[in-house]
T-cell receptor
């Protein structure tokens, strides 16, 4: 079976930095993605790592260590609008782009 | 989301009735997916399609069937709805690409909230 573990909830204050971890045990692995979902909305793509290392996109960065089956999403200069759920997802099959998602981490940003 | 629409957005039905959810895309993407989202479970893949008439099962396919007769439409059918199928259903599309380009990005529709009484 496939298993992705991430914390269920994280809290932080505006302007702070927060890291959301994701560990995975899957039968295949081609890459790790992160998606953001605001309450009642559709998930939206944030970042993707196929190779080890850090990918930076504005205030968001994502890291992958394939040897440790571990990745994280780093959010800097937190804003109230960053309050949302964040999902890590493993690309299992490069042929069909099938993703297996973690259960999500709810991030609450307070003033 | 622009380029992908789901219908209906909300539906209440009774146990044992058939239900069909429709996903329509205007992006001409080859790959389409149906996920369900439930509290505590995240997003789980039901079925996916890699072309017209080409579909395959995901991790939670029992009780669901799909059809894709045109590139732009992917239908999800619950032949006989049960209360355990009460959920929010998301359709997604992918332009696909090599695994290093980041093109394996899913674009999700707005979701269809189904309640089975």
């Amino acid at each position: 079976g496939q298993s992705l573990e991430q914390p269920s909830e994280v809290t932080a204050v505006e302007g702070a930095i927060v890291q959301i971890n994701c560990t995975y045990q899957t039968s295949g692995f081609y890459g790790l993605s992160w998606y953001q979902q605001h309450d009642g909305g559709a998930p939206t793509f944030l970042s993707y790592n196929a190779l080890d290392g850090l990918e930076e996109t504005g205030r968001f960065s994502s890291f992958l260590s394939r040897s440790d089956s571990y990745g994280y999403l780093l959010l800097q200069e937190l804003q109230m609008k960053d309050s949302a759920s964040y999902f890590c997802a493993v690309l299992l099959n490069s042929g069909y782009s099938t993703l297996t998602f973690g259960k999500g981490t709810m991030l609450l940003v307070s003033p | 989301d622009a380029g992908i629409t789901q219908s209906p957005r909300h539906k209440v039905t009774e146990t044992g009735t058939p239900v069909t959810l429709r996903c329509h895309q205007t992006e001409n993407h080859r790959y389409m997916y149906w996920y369900r989202q439930d509290p505590g479970h995240g997003l789980r893949l039901i079925h996916y399609s890699y072309g017209v008439k080409d579909t395959d099962k995901g991790e939670v396919s029992d009780g669901y069937s799909v059809s894709r007769s045109k590139t732009e439409d992917f239908l999800l059918t619950l032949e006989s709805a049960t209360s355990s199928q009460t959920s929010v259903y998301f359709c997604a599309i992918s332009g696909h690409g090599d695994i290093f380009s980041g093109a394996n990005v899913l674009t999700f529709g707005a979701g269809s909230r189904l309640t089975v009484l």
